[in-house]
């Protein structure tokens, strides 16, 4: 059974402050997808990777892929209010089915 | 842009009914799903769709779960006799081919009483 751990599940932050939120995996996936998720909303797709080593920005978000394709990051500069909400990972199996990890609800206070 | 449609936004049962969830994929898709949603716990799996038969399911989805594309635009989830443990939020999803991005719906609240 393929799992994937996020971390943390809950991150508290001033305006301004940067961080770092970690997906793990003992599995291989052929792809890791990165979601935003508002209340009341389905997830909004943010970026895949695909290639083990890969790096890719959209503006302050920074997204990584593992050399192995097991694991993830997802880094935020200099963080701002908007950026609250909950953020997950999912990663892809050969089947293209997507395996979740438990998402981070960010806050970040003005 | 266009987007995956789901309704009711919030459907409210008695435990043993049957319920029915809408989706309408993006219109040129191929590849549709059904995940659900627990409050507070992981978005799962529940079933894929592909040339007008399942191509994966997952344990959750047993024999009350069934699903349907009757026409070339609806994409239905069907639980036949619904449970309190069924009570979750169902997203629908759709995307053009087999690994290209995945589109959610914003999800139907179902509440099994």
């Known amino acids: 059974t393929q799992l994937l751990e996020q971390s943390p599940q809950f991150l508290s932050i001033q305006e301004g402050e940067n961080l770092t939120v970690y997906c793990n995996s003992s599995?291989?996936?052929?792809?890791l997808q990165w979601y935003r998720q508002e209340p009341g909303e389905g997830p909004v797709l943010l970026v895949t990777?695909?290639?083990?080593?890969e790096v890719k920005k959209l503006k302050r978000l920074t997204f990584q892929f593992g050399d192995a394709r097991k694991d993830s990051s997802l880094h935020i500069t200099a963080a701002q209010p908007g950026d609250t909400g909950l953020y997950l990972c999912?990663?892809?199996?050969?089947?293209?089915?997507?395996?979740f990890g438990q998402g981070t609800t960010l806050q970040v206070k003005p | 842009e266009p987007e995956v449609t789901q309704t009711p936004s919030h459907q409210v049962t008695q435990m043993g009914q049957e319920v029915i969830l809408r989706c309408v994929p993006i219109?040129?898709?191929?590849?549709f799903y059904w995940y659900r949603q627990i409050l507070g716990q992981k978005v799962e799996f529940l079933v894929s769709?592909?040339?007008?038969?399942?191509?994966?399911k997952s344990e959750i989805f047993d024999d009350q779960f069934s699903v349907e594309r009757p026409d070339g635009s609806n994409f239905t989830l069907k639980i036949r006799s619904t449970k309190l443990e069924d009570s979750a939020m169902y997203f629908c999803?759709?995307?053009?081919?087999?690994?290209?991005?995945?589109?959610f719906g914003n999800g139907t609240r179902l509440t099994v009483t």
């Open positions: 999803a759709s995307r053009l081919r087999g690994h290209s991005p995945l589109h």
């Open positions: 599995s291989v996936f052929s792809s």
């Open positions: 990777v695909v290639t083990g080593g």
């Open positions: 999912a990663g892809a199996s050969n089947t293209g089915k997507l395996i």
């Open positions: 219109s040129n898709h191929l590849y």
């Open positions: 769709f592909y040339n007008n038969e399942i191509s994966e």
